[in-house]
C-alpha cells in the first residue's frame, strides 16, 4: 500500500528559530499533498495545500510567510516553520493524494517552540 | 463537502462489536462516505469508504442506508487498540485526488477490558 514518510517525528526549537518538515511518498508518486496542525484535542485544521511544481495555496489565517511550503517533486513537500514562537507549538500532519491510492496520511510531527 | 455529525464519545467493551455512526443528510450523489481513525500523536489511518454499497474489509464493515443520509462504521470484535477517534468523511471520489478531506470533530471510541 501506499506510505507517505515524515521526518521528524518530534522537534523542540528555540523561540525565534526555524524548523523544516519533510513529508515523502515512498511508493507513489503525489501530485497534491495536505499540510494540517492539530492542537490538543482538536481536530485536525488544514493549513495548505502543496501542488507540485506550484505555489501552495494557503488557508484563511495560515500565513503564507511563516509557513513556507516546498513541493519541488512528486514524492517530496517540505513545511518550513519561520520565527517559530511558541503559539506555534502543535502537531503538524501531512497528506499525501494520488488518484490510485487516494490519501495517505504521515505519521506527524510534534513541534514544541521553547 | 457535505457536513457529517457524530457523537463526540463512545465505549465499547473488548470484543464486542462496535458501531459507529455518523449523519450526512446533506450528501451529494457523487459524494462518497470515508472513514479514518486517528491513534493518539499518530497520522489518521484510512479504514474503508463506500459510496451506496454496503462495503467490508479486514479492518472494518460500512453500513450505509438506502437514502445515503447515514452510515454505520462496525468493527466487529474490538480490541484496545482501537481505541481512537473516528472520522466520518464525505467528498467526492478518490479519482478527485486534488480536493482535500475536511476533518470534523469525530468519535472518541474508547475500548474497555
Known amino acids: 500500500g501506499a506510505v507517505v514518510s515524515q521526518h521528524p517525528s518530534r522537534v523542540i526549537c528555540k523561540s525565534g528559530t526555524s524548523v523544516k518538515i519533510e513529508c515523502r511518498s515512498l511508493?507513489?508518486?503525489?501530485?497534491?499533498m495536505f499540510w494540517y496542525r492539530q492542537f490538543p484535542k482538536q481536530s485536525l485544521m488544514l493549513m495548505a495545500t502543496s501542488n507540485e511544481g506550484s505555489k501552495a495555496t494557503y488557508e484563511q489565517g495560515v500565513e503564507k510567510d511563516k509557513f513556507l511550503i516546498n513541493h519541488a517533486s512528486l514524492t517530496l513537500s517540505t513545511l518550513t516553520v519561520t520565527s517559530a514562537h511558541p503559539e506555534d507549538s502543535s502537531f503538524y500532519i501531512c497528506s499525501a493524494s494520488d488518484r490510485n491510492y487516494g490519501y495517505t496520511f504521515g505519521s506527524g510531527t510534534r513541534l514544541t517552540v521553547v | 463537502d457535505a457536513k457529517t455529525t457524530q457523537p463526540p464519545s463512545m465505549d465499547c467493551a473488548e470484543g464486542r462489536a462496535a458501531n459507529l455512526p455518523c449523519n450526512h443528510s446533506?450528501?451529494?450523489?457523487?459524494?462518497?462516505v470515508y472513514w479514518y481513525r486517528q491513534i493518539h500523536s499518530q497520522g489518521p489511518q484510512y479504514i474503508i469508504h463506500g459510496l451506496k454499497n454496503n462495503e467490508t474489509n479486514e479492518m472494518a464493515s460500512l453500513i450505509i442506508t438506502e437514502d445515503r443520509k447515514s452510515s454505520t462504521l462496525i468493527l466487529p470484535h474490538a480490541t484496545l487498540r482501537d481505541t481512537a477517534v473516528y472520522y466520518c468523511?464525505?467528498?467526492?471520489?478518490?479519482?478527485?485526488?486534488?480536493?482535500?478531506?475536511?476533518f470534523g470533530g469525530g468519535t472518541r471510541l474508547m475500548v474497555k477490558p
Open positions: 468523511i464525505v467528498r467526492v471520489g478518490p479519482r478527485n485526488a486534488g480536493n482535500m478531506l475536511t
Open positions: 446533506t450528501i451529494s450523489g457523487n459524494e462518497y
Open positions: 511508493d507513489f508518486q503525489a501530485t497534491t
